[in-house]
């Protein structure tokens, strides 16, 4: 199995999308996270399904887990509301790495091993081109078990 054969087409924003519309994205079809692509349609990063509900915490509960009990249901219910008028950007991590990218032609194993050094849920596939990567697809972890099992016939 090469990476080209595995790519599948995949959600993906852009740094300038609204993160509640990312966030309700990820939610309502069970993403592990997404693909942001940037102006001009290239990987630029992976935002994780954590990092989006890191943003939900105020930073005194992340510091101090001993202050979650003491917000109220009432609040609590209201995290989401700390994504309003945020960019998909303003949620990535500072100096957030870029995508992890997997050529073509790499093997099922190359993809494995780049997703388990990098702790990635998902890899972007793409041609190199000149203007930059030419995205061909994703490959998520929870996809390549499927087919790494399949392919040894458990």
Known sequence: MRARDLAVDYQSVSVDSDA?????LMAEHKLPGLLVLDEHGRP?????ASQMVKVLVPEYVIEDPALAPVVDEKHADQLCRALAGRSVGDCLPGGAPPPPIAAPDDTAL???????RV??????????AEGGPHLLGVITAAHLLHELLDASGG
């Open 44 to 48: 630029k990063a992976i935002l994780p």
């Open 110 to 116: 190359e993809v494995a091993a780049l997703m388990a």
């Open 20 to 24: 509640l519309a990312a966030a309700r």
């Open 119 to 128: 702790r990635s849920p998902l890899i972007a596939v793409a041609e190199q």
